[in-house]
């Protein structure tokens, strides 16, 4: 219970609150402790080292934190150790926030035209949509809600199932890590190299999870020939995997090349059926999410049920 009850109350918290923004939010603390030690560190020779040393520091702070600081509640009172857990569970989810950020950019496509979509999608991506058409900002909608399902969602989950809230958390370090130095350009590229590995070896199983879920919970067949066929079609080893099987799930297709930080990044197609993704269609993406993220916490739970019991 010690496990099983923070984990479906905090997907519940997740479920019916999402992310306010005015709430403080422990990824900002780790960001603002990303950003000094880049500041410090990101300058003159050895940036490899430097990037790696900052990267294993903060993973291992984050880690023995939350160990610590578990272990410490549980001795004093189990009551409070569950609280604890239990809102870093909730802190540590983004399914709720990431289905209603999908929702808007369509919302406000459809509602006000593209120049209020394309400005809705950029709080999402890191491409630059200035000059994306409406097709374009629907599929990045799609791209962007399977490769989070997978960041966002089953991946801190996997690590919560491996070693509870330091599990969860360290990964929630190693993503932030990647988000913020992971650029291949002149200031990250050696200094943010390890961090992105890193991020590559993390998601590895939990990306192969996602894109499996998806397909089980909606049933396709084309889906699932399509994780086979286009998942390593893509520049990262994992993203390709969810955003295949959501392609061949839609029956569309996704990739190609886009504007990344001013640079235009070459990317491969996801299937072929260069179709007109429908307003109405963000409705089946996000029952997707729901799904998967609900199976993965349901799943999750039994194990952990009858491996202690």
């Known amino acids: 219970m010690l496990l099983i009850v923070p984990l479906l109350t905090g997907y519940l918290l997740d479920l019916l609150l999402g992310d306010p923004e005015k709430l403080p939010h422990p ?153 913020m130095t992971g650029y291949r350009n002149e200031r990250f590229e050696q200094f943010g190299k390890f961090a992105a590995r890193l991020d590559d070896v993390v998601n590895f199983i939990p990306a192969r999870i996602t894109a499996l879920l998806m397909v089980l919970v909606s049933g396709s067949r084309r889906g699932f020939l399509f994780i086979f066929q286009f998942g390593n079609q893509h520049k990262s080893p994992n993203a390709g995997y969810p955003e295949a099987a959501l392609a061949g799930i839609m029956n569309t297709r996704f990739g190609g090349p886009n504007i990344y930080h001013g640079i235009r990044v070459e990317k491969p197609y996801i299937g072929t059926n260069d179709r007109t993704v429908m307003h109405h269609e963000i409705a089946r993406v996000s029952s997707i999410n729901h799904k998967v993220c609900l199976f993965a916490v349901v799943t999750i739970a039994l194990i952990i049920y009858l491996t202690y019991t």
């Open 27 to 179: 990824i900002r603390l780790f960001g603002a402790a990303i950003d000094k030690g880049e500041k410090l560190l990101n300058k003159g020779n050895n940036r490899f080292w430097k990037g790696s040393l900052l990267t294993v520091t903060l993973c291992a702070a984050a880690f023995f934190f939350f160990q610590y600081s578990s272990f410490l509640l549980l001795i004093l009172n189990p009551v409070l150790y569950l609280i604890f857990s239990t809102v870093f569970v909730y802190y540590a989810l983004a399914n709720k926030t990431l289905i209603d950020e999908g929702k808007k950019v369509f919302q406000a496509l459809d509602a006000q035209g593209v120049e209020a979509g394309r400005k809705q999608l950029s709080r999402i991506v890191g491409r630059n949509t200035a000059a994306l058409t409406p097709q374009q900002i629907r599929i990045a909608v799609l791209e962007t809600m399977s490769e989070n399902l997978s960041d966002g969602i089953i991946a801190p989950l996997f690590y919560y199932a491996i070693a509870g809230v330091p599990g969860m958390m360290t990964y929630k370090m190693i993503n932030t890590l990647d988000s």
